[in-house]
């Protein structure tokens, strides 16, 4: 059934409302267990996990998004140091390797060849424990690692990746707790609040979904610019890439994601009235830095697109156009606003007839350097 349209127009439409129940399965083992238990990476993971003082995390292009949204939860809920890294750069430079630090590789095919030899390259420096998350059963990568979590997306066909993203999300936020826990940061009461948020999430996600329509005008306004800047904040920024790389993927629409505090830094040089600026924006601690970001944006004329969950507060006003998100839902908040900018990305798409599935110079998987 995987492999078949059915309704859709495209595999990539397709496979974004398959979210819900793709991140329903990827949770299903820790919704059924009542508890984030480390036997989800393997029968020897709580011997490994409780071993390690630290988290280096490779991998390339959306995966590597999903890695850069983790090392935030990992600091924070786990209390662990954590560095991302793109492979292909981390493979080539004289690196310095503890090896008391897990190596998380991500991958959705298990195939990608700069995280294999990343992978290689950080046990040739002294890494022994290594774990893969990948979407794809006993491909390269999760073979040749000790530890492994397989996300439940099922087959990805669109080249933009999308539910294998948010499945990614899911599995690291599964192994931030269950890391928490080993290391004496998440006690009993925590794991409850974190089991329910998960179990929210396939819901959220589908509320998300609905927004379809709102997001499918937004995107008409999209299809005739050259550029598109990007905005978020702490757990959000890596949102903001993941959507600038969407957009330019597909539409070829020359996108860049900024971390807001970084505007005045640069980019706000390049906004005029001609720049559409989208900013992720929900309820967190940095909503009010947000805000002073969005102005500064307002006063040089740049057109606002905001997605604002539903206790954010934002009105839509004169070049600000407000989209209300689902009512915020704390620390998974950035798997949830990864729908929206997918959505906007394959609207664009489709009001600029590119094609969406198979973008032009690009690959699924890529095993060549
Ligand atoms: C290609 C795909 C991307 C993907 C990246 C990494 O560039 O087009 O969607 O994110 O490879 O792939 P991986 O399979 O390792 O996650």
């Given amino acids: 059934a995987s492999l078949e349209l059915g309704p859709y127009r495209h595999f990539m439409q397709k496979e974004i409302h ?3 129940r793709a991140l329903a399965d990827t949770i299903d083992a820790v919704i059924n267990a009542g508890s984030f238990d480390a036997s989800l990476f393997g029968a020897n993971a709580e011997a490994v ?5 630290g988290i280096k995390i490779l991998a390339c292009g959306t995966s590597y998004y999903a890695g850069s949204t983790a090392k935030y939860w990992i600091e924070s809920i786990a209390g662990l140091p954590c560095d991302v890294e793109i492979a292909s750069e981390y493979r080539y430079r004289q690196a310095f390797a503890d090896p008391r630090h897990l190596v998380v ?28 998350i990948c979407n794809v059963q006993e491909s390269a990568i999760p073979r040749a690692s000790e530890l492994v979590c397989y996300t439940r997306a099922g087959a990805e066909i669109g080249v933009a990746s999308t539910k294998a993203f948010t499945t990614q999300l899911a599995a690291l936020f599964q192994l931030t707790v269950v890391l928490g826990k080993l290391h004496g940061k998440v006690n009993a009461e925590q794991e409850v609040d974190y089991l329910e948020q998960l179990r929210q999430l396939p819901g959220s996600v589908q509320h998300a979904l609905n927004l ?11 299809a005739t610019k050259a550029n598109a800047l990007f905005l978020g904040r702490g757990l959000h920024y890596p949102i903001a890439l993941e959507g600038a790389l969407k957009l330019k993927e597909i539409t070829y629409i020359h996108a860049e994601a900024y971390p807001a505090g970084e505007l005045k830094h640069g980019p706000l040089a390049l906004v005029d009235e001609a720049m559409p600026v989208v900013v992720i924006a929900p309820n967190d601690s940095l909503l009010e830095k947000v805000k002073s970001n969005m102005q500064e944006v307002r006063a040089r004329g740049g057109e606002l697109f905001v997605f604002a969950d539903q206790d954010s507060n934002f009105s839509a006003s004169e070049g600000v156009h407000v989209i209300r998100t689902p009512r915020n839902v704390g620390v998974l908040s ?10 906007l990305a394959y609207h664009a798409a489709l009001a600029r007839g590119t094609d969406v599935d198979k973008p032009r110079n ?8």
């Fill in 362 to 369: 690009l690959a699924k998987s890529v095993t060549v350097e």
């Fill in 212 to 222: 379809e329509p709102q997001i499918a005008a937004w995107a008409e306004r999209f």
């Fill in 18 to 20: 398959e979210q819900p």
């Fill in 334 to 343: 950035p798997i949830v606003h990864t729908i929206p900018v997918q959505m």
């Fill in 105 to 132: 590789t991500i991958s959705q095919s298990g195939e990608t060849l700069d995280t294999m030899e990343a992978l290689k390259y950080a046990k040739s420096l002294g890494h022994t424990h290594t774990l893969s």
């Fill in 49 to 53: 996990l409780s071993g390690i003082t």
